[in-house]
T-cell receptor
Framework: GQQLNQSPQSMFIQEGEDVSMNCTSSSIFNTWLWYKQEPGEGPVLLIALYKAGELTSNGRLTAQFGITRKDSFLNISASIPSDVGIYFC?????????????FGKGTKLSVKP | NAGVTQTPKFQVLKTGQSMTLQCAQDMNHEYMSWYRQDPGMGLRLIHYSVGAGITDQGEVPNGYNVSRSTTEDFPLRLLSAAPSQTSVYFCATGGRPNYGYTFGSGTRLTVV
């Protein structure tokens, strides 16, 4: 089946640093989504991307839909302690099973004050 | 304004027991799904439904049953629990194919 490769697996950074993480796939996706999960909670949608090349921001977060439609990245600028959590990318291909989302394995972000 | 409600939040089962994980949504979404989350494995799709009366299997359906008699509810049944089903289970809903999902807060299940 389709798989998403998300990297890095984990990051330990200092408060104020910028963060970059990405997802790649061997298949084309029509939609890329980025989620954040905090301990004990379900994932929460951060950014949704619907067009190849699209660059979208949500506060200090910026995500891009790769031109090849096989990758996406998420940047976080000037990290703060509340950015801690697991970040998941997810892709959707309408040619797949009813357009179900496929998730990467997550990037665990730790921020040192 | 609850969104997606999952119950229970925590559950411990003995091997062979059965139980139902409940999921209810008040968003009038057609699409509902169940995922399990295991360390290092991300979120894996168990079953999904595109509307009342319609269900289908996801990536890891074995050992789980679902039904969708109403738009609001999508229960997940474990018929005979096994230790391999120890996991955190998330229910998610979506309004249209283009929309991102809204997740519940999860059910942490331990099978001993």
């Amino acid at each position: 089946g389709q798989q998403l490769n998300q990297s890095p697996q984990s990051m330990f950074i200092q408060e104020g640093e910028d963060v970059s993480m990405n997802c790649t796939s061997s298949s084309i996706f029509n939609t890329w989504l980025w989620y954040k999960q905090e301990p004990g909670e379900g994932p929460v949608l951060l950014i949704a991307l619907y067009k190849a090349g699209e660059l979208t921001s949500n506060g200090r977060l910026t995500a891009q839909f790769g031109i090849t439609r096989k990758d996406s990245f998420l940047n976080i600028s000037a990290s703060i302690p509340s950015d801690v959590g697991i970040y998941f990318c997810a892709g959707r291909n309408y040619g797949g099973s009813q357009g179900n989302l496929i998730f990467g394995k997550g990037t665990k972000l730790s921020v040192k004050p | 304004n609850a969104g997606v409600t999952q119950t229970p939040k925590f559950q411990v089962l003995k091997t062979g027991q059965s139980m139902t994980l409940q999921c209810a949504q008040d968003m009038n979404h057609e699409y509902m799904s169940w995922y399990r989350q295991d360390p290092g494995m991300g979120l894996r799709l168990i079953h999904y439904s595109v509307g009342a009366g319609i269900t289908d299997q996801g990536e890891v359906p074995n050992g789980y049953n679902v039904s969708r008699s109403t738009t609001e509810d999508f229960p997940l049944r474990l018929l005979s629990a096994a230790p391999s089903q120890t996991s955190v289970y998330f229910c998610a809903t979506g309004g249209r194919p283009n929309y991102g999902y809204t997740f519940g807060s999860g059910t942490r299940l331990t099978v001993v």
